[in-house]
């Protein structure tokens, strides 16, 4: 059985990376999602171990310390992580899962599963992003516009991810990256697909030699 893809979509704060993600697991409802954890406070109507595993600073440390995170960052005075055995269980299982974080855990996702499939979100444009940050609601002005700093940092790492989506339609953004997951399973099918195992063993006991 194939391993599941792991699919990090990342890319600045406000870009949309929240409301694509949902949009696409309402497409896919086979695509499992990481429920991360934080130390940051729980907002309006999120729930515990529904959009994040919500802990105190102590507990967090104590996940690290246990190596139970497959990659955690610090972002704007809080401390987000990927829980390591779930991602692991699901791809063992064959499943594909999504993971939305910010950019330095998925560039360190890159170090420990070179075979992930690292997306960057982009704005439109970045006043598009600005109107989006304030238009959420989520935040004060001082939050914004250090977010929005961030953000200008976080577009230098562009470089290291496979592929570029810009966000400027919700159902345009997912119908891209749905198809980077057709095209990455397809990828994986030259090196597992049975026929390819069959015409190996059908080579070897005619001696055909690889062309
Ligand atoms: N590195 C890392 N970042 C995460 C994780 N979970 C969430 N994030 C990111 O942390 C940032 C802040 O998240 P949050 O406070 O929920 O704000 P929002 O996504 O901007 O609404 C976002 O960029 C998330 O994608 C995680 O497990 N690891
Ligand atoms: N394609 C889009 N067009 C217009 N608004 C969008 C689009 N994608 C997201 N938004 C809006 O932008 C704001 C930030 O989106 P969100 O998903 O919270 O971003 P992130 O998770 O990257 O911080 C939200 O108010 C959301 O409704």
Redesign the pocket.
Known sequence: MNRGLLIVLS?P????????CAALRRKLPELTYSVSATTRSPRAGEIDGVNYFFKTREQFKDMIERDALLEHAEYVGNYYGTPRDFVEKTLSEGKDIILEIEVQGAVKVREKFPEGVLVFLLPPSLQQLKD??T??GTETQATIDHRLSVAVEEMNLLEHYDYAVV????DA?CRRIESIMIAEHCKRERFLHELFVELEGLREKQNIPER
């Open positions: 890319g704060s406000g870009v949309g990376k929240g409301t694509v989006r940050l238009g959420r966000n400027d339609e919700i953004a």
